[in-house]
């Protein structure tokens, strides 16, 4: 088992360079089932998600090469679904298999999706837009399995806004007979990543980025060379953490216009935001943080990933600051861990009232969740005194180094193994 042993009160400073998006890269891997021959996806995040998936899609069949960002893969031999429950149960995208495989082959068998546990996350609507387009849905025993005659184009209204429905019905329709649209979509910047890289391929798909997305089917997909779009959320969080420190960071390699939110707040809380050009931000805060409202939206409004680590800046901001997530009813299990480390923060429901105090101190911690996890290493940041995280496999599935990116920073930050 891992942990990191963080000594807080060091002001990062420096640069900072932005990895490809794990939200992207977790759907786009999947995504080459669809496709005949070899693709090449790049900027891709070495993450313990990404790593699992190669190894998932190595068994069923495919031919993966994974180095350093670059992910080559061909997908032609592939079986029609995967028995691994162990290594599936492990990651929540795995239900991207499903859309892919149904997509290209009329059928597929997988574990029913792991993950972090943030609520109430059913695919209910995963499996209405499957059976809209003519699939049979079987779920026993932990397994989904689907089956199609034929897959045929038709609207599908999502009743909720929905990433993975979103990016999975994209993936069964993409060669579907006739035209199916999407309604009530997600807007994320990821859909459009995978939107785009499938176009690239032949794909015929348009509105991606709107709540409504259109796609007209066709009879085949040919393999790609792909650059994953820049990390929104990795780059919030490093904002967040130069925020924290009162430090001075440069953030590199980064997508300016998946940002606006996020500045936003930041700006709001009285911290320095210099934007240097569409790929660079500067983060600086001379001045006390300032207690704010902060509300969790679909995209473009506050990403659900970055309230986490936005309510541990807000610990030590002046007044009382408000967090309502309305996307994930779990996530604020990181807020038990900050009150340990001397936070005051009160959740009831959905909202945590955070009540600013002048300083945390550092303590023995565990990672609930990825978000959770990242949201307890800014906290050790900005702690006096020692703080130890364990739970960093959580952390692992979303940041590549952080311990070394940290580091860089000035951050006096190790990672130890520890007996369970």
């Known amino acids: 088992m891992e942990q990191l042993v963080i000594k807080g009160g060091n002001k990062l400073k420096g640069e900072v360079r932005i990895c490809g998006a794990k939200n992207s890269a977790v759907a786009l891997i999947p995504a080459t089932i669809l496709f005949d021959g070899d693709s090449t996806i790049s900027n891709l995040p070495q993450i313990s998600d990404t790593k699992l998936l190669a190894s998932i899609l190595s068994e069923m069949g495919a031919k993966v090469d994974f180095k350093d960002d670059k992910m080559r893969i061909n997908t032609d031999n592939i079986a029609h679904g995967t028995e691994n429950e162990l290594k599936a149960g492990k990651i929540r995208a795995s239900y991207y298999l499903a859309g892919a495989l149904l997509g290209k082959y009329k059928e597929a068998v997988i574990p029913l999706p792991g993950g972090c546990n943030l609520g109430t996350r059913p695919i209910d609507l995963h499996i209405k837009g499957f059976e809209k387009l003519g699939a049979q849905v079987e779920i026993s025993h932990g397994m989904l399995k689907l089956k199609a005659k034929?897959?045929?184009?038709?609207k599908i209204y999502l009743?909720?806004?929905?990433v993975g429905a979103t990016i999975n019905i994209m993936l069964a329709a993409v060669m579907a007979e006739g035209t199916t649209t999407i309604e009530n979509a997600a807007k994320e910047p990821h859909i459009v990543d995978v939107a785009n890289m499938l176009n690239e391929a032949g794909a015929n798909i348009s509105g991606q980025g709107t709540d409504i997305i259109t796609i007209h089917g066709v009879k085949s997909l040919h393999g790609v060379k792909h650059k994953t779009i820049p990390d929104q959320i990795e780059t919030g969080t490093y904002m967040i953490a130069a925020a924290a420190t009162g430090g001075d960071v440069k953030i590199k390699n980064i997508c300016l216009e998946h940002m606006a939110s996020v500045i936003e707040k930041l700006r709001d809380a009285n911290v320095q935001v210099d934007v240097l050009d569409e790929e660079t931000v500067r983060v600086t805060r001379k001045k006390p943080l300032l207690g704010i409202s902060v509300k969790t939206l679909p995209h473009p409004g506050f990403p659900t990933d970055l309230q986490s680590?936005?309510?541990?800046?807000?610990?030590?901001?002046?007044?009382?600051?408000?967090?309502?997530?309305?996307?994930?009813?779990?996530?604020?299990?990181?807020?038990?861990?900050?009150?340990?480390?001397?936070?005051?923060?009160?959740?009831?429901?959905?909202?945590?009232?955070?009540?600013g105090v002048t300083k945390i101190t550092g303590a023995r911690v565990k990672a609930p969740d990825l978000r959770g996890g990242v949201a307890l290493v800014i906290a050790g940041l900005m702690a006096q005194g020692t703080t130890i995280v364990s739970g960093v496999e959580h952390v692992n599935r979303g940041y590549e180094d952080i311990e070394g990116k940290l580091k860089s920073l000035g951050a006096d930050i190790r990672l130890e193994e520890v007996d369970e």
């Open 150 to 154: 034929k897959l045929v184009g038709t």
């Open 159 to 162: 009743d909720v806004v929905s």
């Open 309 to 355: 680590p936005m309510g541990a800046l807000l610990t030590v901001a002046s007044g009382t600051s408000m967090i309502t997530e309305s996307i994930w009813e779990n996530r604020f299990k990181y807020t038990d861990e900050l009150n340990k480390m001397g936070s005051e923060i009160t959740v009831t429901d959905r909202t945590a009232q955070i009540k």
